[in-house]
């Protein structure tokens, strides 16, 4: 009899996520992460862009509305700050938004330093009317102070 029921219970999920018509569409593209980490040089400003993206390819599966979204650094502080603000509306289809995050290492930062600097990317609810899943983002990635680039 228990066996009976787990069994209906997880052909019922199977039914429920297979008739379930959803994709969330909104996407980060980052050009760093744990395995491509940013090498940097004492006293070296840089300003990085995280490509945001909305169904570029236009989808039928995706939701054809605009995507609001808000970032907050999270870790980092002391060589990082996000400079193209911190709320962000990208309009379905589109692939021009970017989130610019300016990286300035001190001058006396000694070499072999290792940072690490994260920011979430989190969907806002929409104005009014239905319920949405939440999305959030996590975008890591280490800065190592080096005086070579390989």
């Not at 969330?24 to 990085?48: A, D, T, V």
């Not at 169904?55 to 605009?66: G, H, M, N, Q, V």
């Not at 001190?106 to 239905?130: C, M, Q, R, W």
């Amino acid at each position: 009899m228990v066996n009976r029921n787990i069994k209906l219970f997880f052909a019922f999920l199977l039914v429920l996520l297979v008739s379930t018509n959803f994709v969330f569409s909104l996407s980060i593209s980052s050009p760093y992460h744990k395995n491509n980490l940013l090498l940097m040089y004492p006293g070296q400003e840089r300003e990085i862009s995280f490509n945001l993206q909305n169904c570029p390819s236009r989808a039928e599966t995706c939701s054809r509305e605009d995507e609001k979204v808000s970032v907050a650094l999270e870790q980092g502080y002391e060589i990082a700050q996000i400079t193209s603000g911190n709320t962000y509306t990208i309009p379905y289809g589109s692939s021009n938004k970017n989130i610019l995050l300016r990286v300035k290492i001190p001058a006396n930062t000694a070499i072999g330093t290792e940072y690490s600097i994260k920011f979430t990317v989190t969907s806002l609810p929409p104005d009014e009317g239905s319920v949405q899943m939440g999305l959030r983002y996590n975008v890591e990635f280490p800065v190592l102070i080096n005086l070579f680039f390989y």
